[in-house]
T-cell receptor, first 114, second 116 residues
Framework: AQKVTQAQTEISVVEKEDVTLDCVYE???????LFWYKQPPSGELVFLIR??????QNEISGRYSWNFQKSTSSFNFTITASQVVDSAVYFC???????????FGEGTQLTVNP | DAMVIQNPRYQVTQFGKPVTLSCSQT?????MYWYQQKSSQAPKLLFH???????NEADTPDNFQSRRPNTSFCFLDIRSPGLGDAAMYLC???????????????FGPGTRLTVL
């Protein structure tokens, strides 16, 4: 069985602070894919990043960075110099193979205050 | 722009009155998914089509059905909506299998269903 845990239900920061969203996963598969999605108040899930289990390189995209550590089954997401527009629910997700379900974590509500 | 489109964005129905939600995509993806997301919860997969093959999740109620008449369109039918079916319904697509497959699912804006 697969499971994704996002222990932080809600995080509140002040603009320009850095914030890290934690994600821990469980799977018995050797090949799998990890994702982060952003869900703003409008409701649409916006794809942010995909990582496969063989690629442990960390990635940086602008103010966003991701730290994938297979040894601890974690895939954490950091926003540097947060902005009010970053306020949203962020979901970490896992899937096994092509055409399979995404198993989502429960989401972290991030609020960035001006 | 290529995208996943869901209509309507907001749907109100009465208890027990059948309702259909629609999803279309211009991405030419071969897999289409329907997720249900209740308030403050994670999306939950109801079923998906891999090409023409329908794949139902084990815990999806029989009240929920789906049709995919062609690559571009997929419908979610709720035969007898109950109050507990009020939720956001998200459609997603992905390209799977063969060259260029990449697993990431692209989501539409969702349809928020209210059951009175």
């Amino acid at each position: 069985a697969q499971k994704v845990t996002q222990a932080q239900t809600e995080i509140s920061v002040v603009e320009k602070e850095d914030v890290t969203l934690d994600c821990v996963y469980e799977t018995r598969d050797t090949t799998y894919y990890l994702f982060w999605y952003k869900q703003p108040p409008s409701g649409e899930l916006v794809f942010l990043i995909r990582r496969n289990s063989f690629d442990e390189q960390n990635e940086i995209s602008g103010r966003y960075s991701w730290n994938f550590q297979k040894s601890t089954s974690s895939f954490n997401f950091t926003i540097t110099a947060s902005q009010v527009v970053d306020s949203a629910v962020y979901f970490c997700a896992l899937c096994k193979t092509s055409g399979s379900r995404l198993t989502f974590g429960e989401g972290t509500q991030l609020t960035v205050n001006p | 722009d290529a995208m996943v489109i869901q209509n309507p964005r907001y749907q109100v129905t009465q208890f027990g009155k059948p309702v259909t939600l629609s999803c279309s995509q211009t991405l030419n993806h071969n897999v289409m998914y329907w997720y249900q997301q209740k308030s403050s919860q994670a999306p939950k997969l109801l079923f998906h089509y891999y090409d023409k093959d329908f794949n139902n999740e084990a815990d999806t109620p029989d009240n929920f059905q789906s049709r995919r008449p062609n690559t571009s369109f997929c419908f979610l039918d709720i035969r007898s909506p109950g109050l507990g079916d009020a939720a956001m319904y998200l459609c997603a697509t992905s390209r799977e299998g063969g060259p260029g497959s990449y697993n990431e699912q692209f989501f539409g804006p969702g349809t928020r269903l209210t059951v009175l």
